[in-house]
């Protein structure tokens, strides 16, 4: 079926491009013609990423956006001279990675050109004396995890999507892997980059372990998402592999028991690499056949690092859940976490079944923690519709955490799917920016929070939105995303 039958969702603000045929032997002369594509086949390859609910179009035969042409560029300075290009007659430009983005970031909402990242996969160089490794930012998670793991090393930075990301989407994203706890979030591993701005100038940002000369402007394009550069290189921190691990797994009575005894751990200054609060209904879906757990919250904490220092972590984190009510699950279930941490079949059953799911992560000061668990999982199961909300707590810092919710459910017969996924998400924000807590821990903006950007900055926006403007006059990369909004009429209000 050609691609103008297919319906679709994200369509009103699609640009025209008046001479296509000019602007593809341009690019074709920029990229060779075999990196240029207008395919259909192609087309509807880049007209998502994972956002959930562009799952449940896909299988209605409805695509997110369409683009007009895909890119494959090699070098940032072919990046530069497309977006000159795009400059010129006024065409959108999306970065695109590897889609595992599930906020929409990568959707080309306004249509125009793809650049893809794929072929930027390679590994530069190693230097094992400063601990960095330095990378074409379109490199895979895993393959460059594997990498380093050969060579003795981790870089620490281990999200589930690790099989189908890149380290550009990391940075694009602020993303936050599983031992984030102890290896920091990808704003605390990033030390160096190379990016295309807006207008085409290739800027450096050198490598250097901390300085005092002026702001912090490289950590500004660090979750850009695309709209303020394209991220062409990346040296990123690195760890010797670790030569111990210790599994512990406790059971707690409530949420609460399970907050104070990871806050009082994290008090202690011991940072176990892996946390993760499971509540009643995570800990029954995941871990039924431990006995120890039944009805309660599960809590799982991976130690590594030096045999020393990862003995005493074991030690005191022990003493603080005991302390707390924690009853001793032993090793199996952190095993089972471990073999099932990147199986993502969940949340992607629900759409054959016509249920509307997803996931939305959010951060809060510890002050607020119990009390946002319980006022979103409030605000979530009073819509009608909705079958399921539940929670797990995957980062952790001294002074709050980052939620992970899941919310899934039946949309009534008076909305459609994406009203019902909207009013979801909504509640969910709402509910966070009540309680003064930040509406995205690690996921992004993308389209599904644009809206709520307002109130989560405050006067602070304007300000931002000024930078955007003066880097990007002619709003090229990637329009409809942080700055203004497609879903504007739902929330925050825009
Ligand atoms: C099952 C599953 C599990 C996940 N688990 C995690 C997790 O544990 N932690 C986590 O943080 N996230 C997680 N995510 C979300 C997702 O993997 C991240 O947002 C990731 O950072 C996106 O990377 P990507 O390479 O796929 O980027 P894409 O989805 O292709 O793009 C994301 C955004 O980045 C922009 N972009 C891409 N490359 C560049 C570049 N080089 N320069 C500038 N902008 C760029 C795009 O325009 C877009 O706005 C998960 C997603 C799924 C589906």
Same mark, same amino acid.
């Given at each position: 079926?050609?691609?103008?039958?297919?319906?679709?969702?994200?369509?009103?603000?699609?640009?025209?491009?008046?001479?296509?045929?000019?602007?593809?032997?341009?690019?074709?002369?920029?990229?060779?013609?075999?990196?240029?594509?207008?395919?259909?086949?192609?087309?509807?390859?880049?007209?998502?990423?994972?956002?959930?609910?562009?799952?449940?179009?896909?299988?209605?035969?409805?695509?997110?956006?369409? =683009?007009?042409?895909?890119?494959? =560029?090699?070098?940032?300075? *072919?990046?530069? *001279?497309?977006?000159?290009?795009?400059?010129?007659?006024?065409?959108?430009?999306?970065?695109?990675?590897?889609?595992?983005?599930?906020?929409?970031?990568?959707?080309?909402?306004? /249509?125009?050109?793809?650049?893809?990242?794929?072929?930027?996969?390679?590994?530069?160089?190693?230097?094992?004396?400063?601990?960095?490794?330095?990378?074409?930012?379109?490199?895979?998670?895993?393959?460059?995890?594997?990498?380093?793991? &050969?060579?003795?090393?981790?870089?620490?930075?281990?999200? *589930?999507?690790?099989?189908? &990301?890149?380290?550009?989407?990391?940075?694009?994203?602020?993303?936050?892997?599983?031992?984030?706890?102890?290896?920091?979030?990808?704003?605390?591993?990033?030390?160096?980059?190379?990016?295309?701005?807006?207008?085409?100038?290739?800027?450096?940002?050198?490598?250097?372990?901390?300085?005092?000369?002026?702001?912090?402007?490289?950590?500004?394009?660090?979750?850009?998402?695309?709209?303020? /550069?394209?991220?062409?290189?990346?040296?990123?921190?690195?760890?010797?592999?670790?030569?111990?691990?210790?599994?512990? &797994?406790?059971?707690?009575?409530?949420?609460?028991?399970?907050?104070?005894?990871?806050?009082?751990?994290?008090?202690?200054?011991?940072?176990?690499?892996?946390?993760?609060?499971?509540? $009643?209904?995570?800990?029954?879906?995941?871990?039924?056949?431990?006995?120890?757990?039944?009805?309660?919250?599960?809590?799982?904490?991976?130690?590594?690092?030096?045999?020393?220092?990862?003995?005493?972590?074991?030690?005191?984190?022990?003493?603080?859940?005991?302390?707390?009510?924690?009853?001793?699950?032993?090793?199996?279930?952190?095993?089972?976490?471990?073999?099932?941490?990147?199986?993502?079949?969940?949340?992607?059953?629900?759409?054959?079944?016509?249920?509307?799911?997803?996931?939305?992560?959010?951060?809060?000061?510890?002050?607020?923690?119990?009390?946002?668990?319980?006022?979103?999982?409030?605000?979530?199961?009073?819509?009608?519709?909705?079958?399921?909300?539940?929670?797990?707590?995957?980062?952790?810092?001294?002074?709050?955490?980052?939620?992970?919710?899941?919310?899934?459910?039946?949309?009534?017969?008076?909305?459609?799917?994406?009203?019902?996924? $909207?009013?979801?998400?909504?509640?969910?924000?709402?509910?966070?920016?009540?309680?003064?807590?930040?509406?995205?821990?690690?996921?992004?903006?993308?389209?599904?929070?644009?809206?709520?950007?307002?109130?989560?900055?405050?006067?602070?926006?304007?300000?931002?939105?000024?930078?955007?403007?003066?880097?990007?006059?002619?709003?090229?990369?990637?329009?409809?995303?942080?700055?203004?909004?497609?879903? $504007?009429?739902?929330?925050?209000?825009?």
């Amino acid at each position: 079926m050609p691609i103008e039958n297919f319906d679709v969702i994200y369509k009103e603000n699609r640009c025209v491009i008046k001479d296509i045929e000019k602007v593809v032997s341009k690019l074709e002369s920029i990229l060779g013609e075999k990196n240029v594509s207008t395919r259909d086949i192609d087309k509807i390859a880049y007209s998502k990423d994972t956002t959930l609910i562009t799952l449940n179009w896909a299988l209605q035969g409805k695509l997110a956006g369409v =683009p007009d042409i895909i890119t494959w =560029p090699e070098t940032a300075e *072919q990046i530069s *001279q497309i977006l000159k290009l795009a400059n010129e007659e006024k065409i959108p430009v999306t970065p695109f990675a590897e889609g595992s983005g599930v906020v929409g970031g990568a959707i080309p909402i306004f /249509g125009g050109i793809i650049v893809d990242m794929k072929k930027f996969n390679k590994v530069l160089e190693i230097k094992d004396k400063d601990l960095t490794v330095t990378v074409q930012a379109g490199i895979n998670g895993m393959n460059l995890e594997r990498y380093l793991n &050969s060579k003795g090393y981790t870089c620490g930075h281990i999200p *589930q999507s690790i099989y189908t &990301s890149s380290v550009g989407g990391y940075i694009a994203h602020r993303a936050a892997g599983q031992f984030s706890t102890k290896y920091g979030k990808i704003e605390d591993i990033v030390l160096g980059m190379e990016i295309v701005l807006p207008q085409g100038d290739i800027i450096n940002f050198k490598t250097i372990a901390r300085a005092s000369t002026g702001p912090q402007f490289d950590k500004f394009f660090i979750g850009g998402e695309g709209t303020l /550069g394209i991220v062409t290189q990346a040296t990123l921190k690195i760890w010797p592999y670790p030569e111990k691990r210790a599994l512990i &797994s406790y059971a707690f009575p409530t949420m609460e028991d399970s907050l104070d005894a990871t806050r009082e751990i994290l008090r202690n200054q011991i940072y176990p690499a892996v946390i993760r609060i499971y509540d $009643k209904e995570e800990t029954k879906r995941h871990f039924e056949d431990t006995k120890n757990a039944k009805g309660k919250v599960m809590v799982v904490f991976v130690c590594e690092g030096i045999s020393k220092l990862v003995d005493l972590e074991e030690e005191i984190t022990r003493e603080v859940c005991e302390k707390n009510s924690g009853v001793d699950c032993g090793e199996h279930p952190v095993e089972h976490w471990f073999e099932t941490r990147f199986r993502v079949k969940e949340t992607s059953m629900f759409p054959p079944y016509k249920i509307v799911a997803d996931t939305i992560e959010v951060a809060c000061m510890w002050d607020k923690a119990a009390e946002l668990y319980h006022k979103v999982k409030e605000a979530t199961k009073s819509i009608y519709g909705n079958l399921l909300i539940s929670a797990h707590i995957s980062h952790f810092y001294p002074n709050g955490v980052g939620y992970y919710f899941t919310f899934g459910g039946v949309p009534p017969k008076n909305k459609s799917d994406f009203e019902f996924y $909207k009013e979801c998400w909504n509640a969910t924000i709402k509910a966070v920016e009540e309680l003064g807590g930040s509406f995205g821990h690690h996921h992004g903006v993308g389209i599904n929070r644009s809206h709520w950007m307002p109130i989560e900055w405050g006067n602070s926006f304007e300000t931002l939105k000024s930078i955007k403007k003066m880097l990007d006059p002619n709003n090229i990369l990637n329009p409809g995303k942080i700055y203004e909004s497609i879903w $504007k009429e739902e929330g925050g209000g825009n």
